[in-house]
């Protein structure tokens, strides 16, 4: 579905990715991880079209991204950031009903638009904050809606920076299951997780970035070996295994 | 699903704001036409009209419909203008004024009057066209500073317009202290604006770019919303972000444009009415570029009334009674806003 081939990005003369290649199908979720500067947002901004790769391209269903309108690319991707300032005091219904916006480009709103709206925002389990204004939320109840609004948009990929950032252990577990749900029901899942363990309990496979390169792509077993991680992250690492056998990697201070 | 039938309360909200503003629109109309040191009832409007024979009927065809029809389009364009600004600049305090149009439109005004006299007989069709022209230069000139390769920054835009509103100010005090007496009220007409010049035939002159701006304007509400959350969230739910940005401001810089050719530059409706609906509805720009539309018109035609009415037999300029209004409002606003601004 997604195909990354040796990406690099400059700005001036510095590089913030060099040769970064990979392929995502549908019903997979990656998780990007790597040290804070290593490249993952500018990575995700690459994937999502808002910026262009200095060298390389990025295919979207076998279509460079160049080749798309702005309006059919908001079809088949919705990316999540981490923006939280809106300009204006917005509930978080209006919120997560931005993400049929693409939808009504072409047509006039239809109720299953607002169907749709309610199912993300029951999927984000941020239904009860519907008539909240945005502004007033909490950074992890703005989070919520925020996913809703990019779930309402219906989207086959999902870029997602840091969606765990903000929620409490039971809110991350549960975005990351909707994720692997998601993936079951066809999407395609490109996530940048901070955690380590997260990452390795949830995604099929993780990319690890580091000062803008590509050190390890693979199964979460295959990457997150201690060594790497310490190569990588400049700490010491003890690696176990999870009770559902996935690793379990936790820094030696 | 309580979250689902509870859900249209919120939207009848801006139904029924936009429904009140409709109904009242009209009435506002009637009382404004009705009203003056030739005094007609409003419910009494309707029936002199279809007779056609009272004597009424020509005071109110030739004097008051076309001086309250221009009240309502100008009112309705800045107001319009002044919602799509606000939306595009992400910020509740922006004018109409801003992008540099109202500013050059004045200049071109100044610049006929004073540079020009003698001009008289050309005045009434040359003196609204050096307006627009000066106004839509003033806008090319602003969003030529803003763009560099094929982008524009919204906020170099902002700044770009508040250095060109310096220098033609600037420009209109030289050509002021150049002017004769005469020149000079003609000149003071433009900066504080007034529905007086009103005719059927200036009505007919600006029908067309009004009627253009305001079709294209409301169109914009969809990405207006989008933009909310950010130019790079707009561009991931598909909003085009530079065609649409030279189109808000082209169409704004043109509905401004004739707004100011035909009745001076009329201050703080174009940044009272939109604020006014936010309070009345809410910020979907769906609802609240129509409600802009009415409460712009509504306002507009009061401001005229209480400047034609509360002085009589003298007449204020509409611009002075809209600031006078509209800047302690203003000052409220930014009382209650004053966090978020001071970010």
Same mark, same amino acid.
């Given at each position: 579905?997604?195909?990354?081939?040796?990406?690099?990005? %400059?700005?001036?003369?510095?590089?913030?990715?060099?040769?970064?290649?990979?392929?995502?199908?549908?019903?997979?979720?990656?998780?990007?991880?790597?040290?804070?500067?290593?490249?993952?947002?500018?990575?995700?901004?690459?994937?999502?079209?808002?910026?262009?790769?200095?060298?390389?391209?990025?295919?979207?269903?076998?279509?460079?991204?160049?080749?798309?309108?702005?309006?059919?690319?908001?079809?088949?991707?919705?990316?999540?950031?981490?923006?939280?300032?809106?300009?204006?005091?917005?509930?978080?219904?209006?919120?997560?009903?931005?993400?049929?916006?693409?939808?009504?480009?072409?047509?006039?709103?239809?109720?299953?638009?607002?169907?749709?709206?309610?199912?993300?925002?029951?999927?984000?389990?941020?239904?009860?904050?519907?008539?909240?204004?945005?502004?007033?939320?909490?950074?992890?109840?703005?989070?919520?809606?925020?996913?809703? *609004?990019?779930?309402?948009?219906?989207? %086959?990929?999902?870029?997602?920076?840091?969606?765990?950032?903000?929620?409490?252990?039971?809110?991350?577990?549960?975005?990351?299951?909707?994720?692997? *749900?998601?993936?079951?029901?066809?999407?395609?899942? #490109?996530?940048?997780?901070?955690?380590?363990?997260?990452?390795?309990?949830?995604?099929?496979?993780?990319?690890?970035?580091?000062?803008?390169?590509?050190?390890?792509?693979?199964?979460?077993?295959?990457?997150?070996?201690?060594? %790497?991680?310490?190569?990588?992250?400049?700490?010491?690492?003890?690696?176990?295994?999870?009770?559902?056998? %996935?690793?379990?990697?936790?820094?030696? $201070? | 699903?309580?979250?689902?039938?509870?859900?249209?309360?919120?939207?009848?909200?801006?139904?029924?704001?936009?429904?009140?503003?409709?109904?009242?629109?009209?009435?506002?109309?009637?009382?404004?036409?009705?009203?003056?040191?030739?005094?007609?009832?409003?419910?009494?409007?309707?029936?002199?009209?279809?007779?056609?024979?009272?004597?009424?009927?020509?005071?109110?065809?030739?004097?008051?419909?076309?001086?309250?029809?221009?009240?309502?389009?100008?009112?309705?364009?800045?107001?319009?203008?002044?919602?799509?600004?606000?939306?595009?600049?992400?910020?509740?305090?922006?004018?109409?004024?801003?992008?540099?149009?109202?500013?050059?439109?004045?200049?071109?005004?100044?610049?006929?009057?004073?540079?020009?006299?003698?001009?008289?007989?050309?005045?009434?069709?040359?003196?609204?066209?050096?307006?627009?022209?000066?106004?839509?230069?003033?806008?090319?000139?602003?969003?030529?500073?803003?763009?560099?390769?094929?982008?524009?920054?919204?906020?170099?835009?902002?700044?770009?317009? #508040?250095?060109?509103?310096?220098?033609?100010?600037?420009?209109?005090?030289?050509?002021?202290?150049?002017?004769?007496?005469?020149?000079?009220?003609?000149?003071?007409?433009?900066?504080?604006?007034?529905?007086?010049?009103?005719?059927?035939?200036?009505?007919?002159?600006?029908?067309?770019?009004?009627?253009?701006?305001?079709?294209?304007?409301?169109?914009?509400?969809?990405?207006?919303?989008?933009?909310?959350?950010?130019?790079?969230?707009?561009?991931?739910?598909?909003?085009?972000?530079?065609?649409?940005?030279?189109?808000?401001?082209?169409?704004?810089?043109?509905?401004?444009?004739?707004?100011?050719?035909?009745?001076?530059?009329?201050?703080?409706?174009?940044?009272?009415?939109?604020?006014?609906? *936010?309070?009345?509805?809410?910020?979907?720009?769906?609802?609240?570029?129509? $409600?802009?539309? @009415? @409460?712009?018109?509504?306002?507009?035609?009061?401001?005229?009334?209480?400047?034609?009415?509360?002085?009589?037999?003298?007449?204020?300029?509409?611009?002075?009674?809209?600031?006078?209004?509209?800047?302690?409002?203003?000052?409220?606003?930014?009382?209650?806003?004053?966090?978020?601004?001071?970010?």
């Amino acid at each position: 579905m997604l195909e990354a081939r040796a990406l690099s990005f %400059r700005v001036g003369q510095r590089r913030l990715l060099g040769g970064v290649s990979f392929g995502l199908g549908a019903g997979e979720v990656l998780g990007v991880l790597g040290p804070n500067g290593a490249g993952k947002s500018t990575l995700l901004r690459l994937l999502s079209g808002e910026e262009r790769p200095s060298s390389g391209e990025v295919r979207l269903l076998g279509k460079p991204l160049p080749a798309y309108a702005a309006a059919e690319l908001a079809l088949l991707r919705s990316v999540l950031t981490q923006r939280r300032d809106l300009g204006f005091p917005f509930t978080a219904y209006e919120v997560a009903f931005l993400g049929r916006l693409p939808h009504l480009e072409r047509r006039p709103e239809h109720p299953r638009d607002h169907q749709a709206t309610a199912h993300a925002l029951g999927l984000a389990q941020a239904q009860a904050l519907s008539h909240r204004k945005y502004p007033t939320l909490s950074g992890g109840e703005q989070s919520r809606v925020d996913l809703a *609004r990019v779930l309402a948009q219906e989207p %086959r990929l999902l870029l997602l920076d840091e969606p765990t950032n903000h929620l409490d252990p039971r809110h991350q577990v549960e975005v990351l299951q909707l994720c692997r *749900r998601l993936a079951r029901e066809g999407w395609a899942v #490109v996530a940048v997780l901070h955690d380590l363990n997260l990452a390795a309990l949830f995604c099929d496979r993780v990319l690890l970035l580091h000062q803008g390169a590509a050190v390890a792509l693979g199964t979460p077993h295959e990457v997150l070996e201690p060594e %790497r991680l310490e190569r990588v992250y400049g700490l010491p690492f003890a690696l176990t295994r999870h009770p559902s056998g %996935r690793p379990w990697v936790m820094p030696l $201070g | 699903m309580q979250s689902a039938l509870r859900l249209p309360k919120a939207f009848s909200r801006y139904r029924l704001a936009l429904l009140g503003l409709g109904v009242a629109l009209p009435l506002v109309v009637l009382l404004a036409a009705g009203s003056g040191a030739y005094a007609v009832a409003p419910q009494d409007i309707p029936r002199v009209l279809w007779e056609r024979e009272n004597p009424t009927y020509a005071v109110l065809t030739s004097v008051r419909f076309p001086r309250v029809l221009l009240a309502v389009v100008a009112g309705a364009l800045l107001a319009l203008s002044g919602a799509v600004m606000q939306g595009l600049f992400r910020n509740p305090l922006a004018d109409p004024g801003l992008i540099g149009v109202s500013a050059g439109a004045a200049l071109g005004a100044a610049a006929f009057i004073v540079a020009l006299p003698g001009a008289g007989a050309l005045e009434v069709y040359a003196l609204p066209l050096m307006a627009f022209a000066g106004g839509l230069l003033a806008t090319l000139a602003v969003w030529a500073l803003a763009s560099s390769g094929g982008q524009v920054q919204v906020l170099t835009l902002l700044l770009a317009g #508040v250095a060109l509103n310096a220098l033609a100010g600037a420009l209109i005090g030289l050509l002021v202290s150049r002017a004769t007496d005469e020149q000079l009220r003609s000149l003071t007409f433009w900066t504080l604006g007034g529905y007086g010049g009103a005719t059927w035939g200036l009505l007919a002159a600006i029908a067309p770019t009004a009627l253009l701006s305001l079709w294209g304007l409301l169109r914009l509400s969809r990405p207006l919303n989008a933009l909310v959350l950010g130019e790079s969230e707009a561009f991931h739910l598909g909003v085009s972000l530079e065609p649409f940005k030279r189109k808000a401001v082209a169409l704004a810089a043109l509905a401004v444009g004739t707004a100011v050719a035909a009745a001076g530059s009329v201050g703080f409706i174009g940044l009272v009415a939109p604020h006014l609906f *936010r309070l009345l509805a809410g910020p979907d720009h769906r609802y609240l570029l129509p $409600g802009s539309v @009415l @409460l712009g018109a509504i306002l507009s035609v009061l401001a005229d009334l209480i400047a034609r009415t509360a002085a009589a037999p003298a007449e204020l300029p509409v611009g002075v009674v809209t600031s006078l209004l509209g800047a302690p409002f203003f000052i409220a606003l930014l009382l209650r806003f004053k966090r978020e601004v001071a970010r």
